[in-house]
């Protein structure tokens, strides 16, 4: 991986050989990553993958074993000062002080930023503002909602206008409904140009909000690219349905045994029957409406969808995003997610 | 290749120093505003210490017989004073610890601070909470019967030598919060040493009241020194070793445990 690219212009995070090790747990095993600026990278990992050592090296909180780690063009070793100059942090909790209002929260940290009071002020305001907080900003933060933390804790990070910020599983624990609040808010700090590190946990999050994303797992990473190179790796679509009689599960499957690519899968507690069908996508459905007919079984919910992170992380590792716990051990096969159901599933009507 | 030809940012020691200071304040305000934020952290440094003065003035005293000038309430109150300042730490330790869960540490090494400001804000605040606490039961002690026999100069100089004292076991505590890491484990942790320090030392009885064993541990302590010490400059009488072995035991507690409470921060994750 080059330094500089073709340009000459260099990427606002750059990591080479990174390791790190505790004890006998090797947390990260030599990863590579370049971001060039104003662009969002998704580092996508189940828990214990070496995310969360990745992102406490890069913000010179823990030092590396092995390999170099520069932001912004400084290393975070040896210029770790000047980095935290350009870096901004939001981690998996909330790290404010509860007891004190959104506003005296924002307001402290710019005055550790060394901003004059009046700044101090306008900045903070101009945050609360931004982040939807205008309305709280003079209550305790005790009294806030998980989001509201989170969003207060987020704009703690920006007082400093970082050049790169580093958002450890920042929607982790949140809610369905202020997950997509703070989605909107990143999306919103991409547009403006700064340059984001993103770890999470959900699949569906790195495909919404990351312009590149790195899977990592056991402190390597595994795969590299955009959410859409990633996808087609598993190789194009999936017809799926829902079989509703659990009997006829065989006959589904061999209705369709002959329109896919690979082996059809079902699932016999869930009932759901699935089958790759590559770039054929809507005559292969046609095929399988005529099959499905035809065999007499009643289905539900067939429907030609484009492969999910989920499926590509099955792929490239053999075990789901979510299954592995922080210790390493697996939790079996039925904590999978279904993270793609909402975005590309294209029903047959 | 620009930023890398840039220098790195270096500033003068003057202007660290300057920055350093105002960081700390910073977080010292920071502190002092969360502690007076939350009405039930003040009830307890102030009232716990005000039980103990009427609960040992009232109900153990009388079966205390002491030998100092004014009875058990004088014998009392630089022993409430000390233990008091040593409860204080427990405030230390566990904020600490807290905030380290939390990820404020974290946030905050993160920053362009200064490296030293999250321990000596913490310790700034926790001293200014230390006095007010120390003076609060003067005045209760006074209600009650205490007067300082020595002239207000040794007053003042007692007042001062509790607050270095509480500050040293601030810097233990500091050390176990940031190493331990965890708030209830913390708590736990602080009894197991500070009540024996402070029980079985001179602040409530008399040292020979002790059977011998004891009296071995209780007489070679630094609490004992330093209540003795508070105890002469409050009520007269001669303070004999009992100072310098104070001020030993003191700069022996900073010399080791400033040094692992610096390390620990580093460390914390």
Same mark, same amino acid.
């Given at each position: 991986m080059a330094y500089v690219n073709g340009v000459g212009e260099q990427p606002a995070i750059f990591v080479e050989g990174l390791t790190k090790s505790f004890g006998e747990v090797r947390a990260l095993r030599g990863i590579d990553l370049s971001v060039p600026r104003g662009t969002v990278l998704g580092v996508l990992g189940p828990n214990g993958a070496g995310k969360t050592t990745a992102v406490r090296i890069l913000t010179t909180l823990l030092l590396p074993d092995g390999g170099r780690a520069m932001v912004e063009g400084h =290393? $975070? $070793?040896?210029?770790a000062a000047v980095v935290r100059r350009s870096i901004g942090l939001a981690g998996q +909790?909330?790290?404010?002080? /509860? /007891?004190?209002t959104g506003r005296e929260n924002l307001e402290i940290i710019g005055r550790l930023y060394h901003l004059r009071r009046p700044e101090t002020r306008s900045r903070a305001d101009e945050l609360l503002e931004q982040f939807g907080l205008a309305d709280a900003a =003079?209550? !305790?933060?005790? !009294?806030?909602s998980g989001g509201m933390q989170r969003r207060l804790d987020l704009a703690a990070s920006l007082v400093g206008r970082p050049r790169v910020l580093f958002l450890d /599983? #920042? !929607? !982790?624990?949140? =809610?369905p409904r202020a997950r997509l609040g703070m989605w909107d808010v990143i999306r919103s700090l991409a547009a403006e140009g700064t340059t984001l590190l993103l770890t999470t946990q959900y699949l569906d999050e790195a495909d919404e909000l990351a312009d590149e994303i790195v899977v990592i797992d056991h402190g390597l990473v595994i795969a590299a690219g955009t959410a859409e190179e990633l996808k087609n790796r598993i190789g194009g679509d999936v017809i799926e349905f829902t079989v #509703? =009689?659990? +009997?006829?599960i065989p006959d589904a499957v061999r209705a369709i045994a002959l329109i896919g690519e690979g082996e059809p899968h079902a699932d016999q507690e869930t009932g759901v029957v699935g089958v790759g069908v590559g770039g054929r996508g809507s005559d292969a459905l046609i095929e399988a409406v005529r099959g499905l007919d035809a065999a007499g079984v009643v289905t539900r919910g067939l429907a030609l969808r484009r492969p999910s992170l989920d499926d590509v992380f099955m792929a490239l590792t053999g075990h789901a995003a979510e299954e592995e716990q922080q210790n390493g051990r697996r939790r079996g096969a039925r904590g999978r997610r279904r993270a793609g159901d909402k975005e590309t599933a294209r029903t047959a009507s | 290749m620009t930023a890398i030809a840039q220098p790195a940012w270096a500033p003068g020691l003057a202007h660290r120093i300057r920055w350093g200071v105002s960081d700390t304040l910073t977080l010292t305000r920071r502190s002092l505003l969360v502690w007076l934020r939350v009405p039930a952290y003040l009830m307890f440094t102030v009232i716990q210490p005000v039980m103990f003065v009427l609960l040992f003035r009232y109900v153990f005293g009388g079966a205390i017989p002491v030998d100092v000038p004014g009875g058990y309430v004088n014998f009392l109150l630089p022993g409430i004073i000390a233990q008091t300042a040593a409860f204080a730490t427990f405030g230390t330790a566990i904020v600490l610890a807290q905030e380290l869960k939390k990820g404020v540490i974290d946030r905050l090494k993160s920053m362009?601070?200064?490296?030293s400001a999250v321990l000596t804000g913490r310790l700034v605040a926790d001293t200014g909470r230390m006095l007010i606490t120390i003076l609060i039961i003067i005045g209760v002690g006074y209600l009650v019967g205490f007067r300082f026999l020595n002239g207000f100069g040794p007053a003042v100089a007692m007042v001062v030598l509790a607050t270095v004292f509480g500050v040293s076991f601030a810097c233990i505590a500091a050390y176990t919060g940031l190493a331990i890491g965890d708030e209830e484990s913390v708590q736990a942790f602080g009894m197991i040493w500070l009540f024996p320090l402070t029980f079985v030392s001179s602040a409530f009885v008399p040292i020979q009241t002790m059977p011998g064993w004891l009296q071995a541990f209780a007489n070679h302590q630094p609490v004992t020194y330093v209540v003795n010490t508070m105890r002469a400059l409050a009520l007269g009488g001669p303070i004999g070793d009992n100072l310098w072995k104070s001020v030993a035991w003191l700069a022996g507690i900073f010399v080791v445990f400033v040094p692992l409470a610096v390390r620990a921060y580093r460390r914390a994750s």
């Open positions: =290393d $975070v $070793v040896r210029e +909790s909330a790290a404010i002080q /509860e /007891e004190l =003079d209550r !305790t933060a005790k !009294t806030y /599983e #920042p !929607t !982790t624990g949140l =809610d #509703p =009689d659990r +009997s006829r | 362009p601070i200064a490296r």
